[in-house]
């Protein structure tokens, strides 16, 4: 049976918690005011595509492919990113709401995260060299033996990390960020 494929078509205010996005490839595509709030997006394909104010949280995304994807203003709760198809996965962030969600192992070079409210989501062993987090909120994220190395979190907030168990050589922080680092040494910074 062949594969559908769906080109440079716009997706509005649909309820995929009702109806199903059928399974497929989707190349340029808009979704915009859809909710797919625990809906199956497992092994569908998205390439060069763009979501924008949909409601994404809890979905199942096991072996889902994001090839260039932006994510704008969308609430994105408790999702595994880790089970997503990691070949060429890219994603960028704009004014989203990521907590709960898992960046277990993956790797997200030079990845945007901006405006964003991340709080309690996991990166452990991510790959975020190079990453922008751009006045993103990070409360209670975590990061153990993730790649930060050239990082930008000079406008981000909230983080707290140790930089002896990440890698973090030329990553940026502002120095009222410098706090979010000294942590674990029990220490005051004012």
Known sequence: MAEDYFDDLNFVKIDYTTQPLDKGTYEGCHFEHCLFTKADLSAIQFTDCRFQDCDISLANLK????RDVQFNNCKMMGLHFEECNNFLFSVGFDNCILNHSSFY??????TIIKNCSCKEADFSGADLSGAILDKTDLLLTRFDHTNLEKADFRTSF????????????????SIDGIAGLLDKYGIEVS
Do not use: L, R
């Open 63 to 66: 072996g889902t492919s994001m």
């Open 158 to 173: 909230n983080y707290s990390f140790d930089p002896e168990i990440n890698k973090v050589k030329k990553a940026k922080f």
């Open 105 to 110: 192992n993956v790797v997200m070079k030079k």
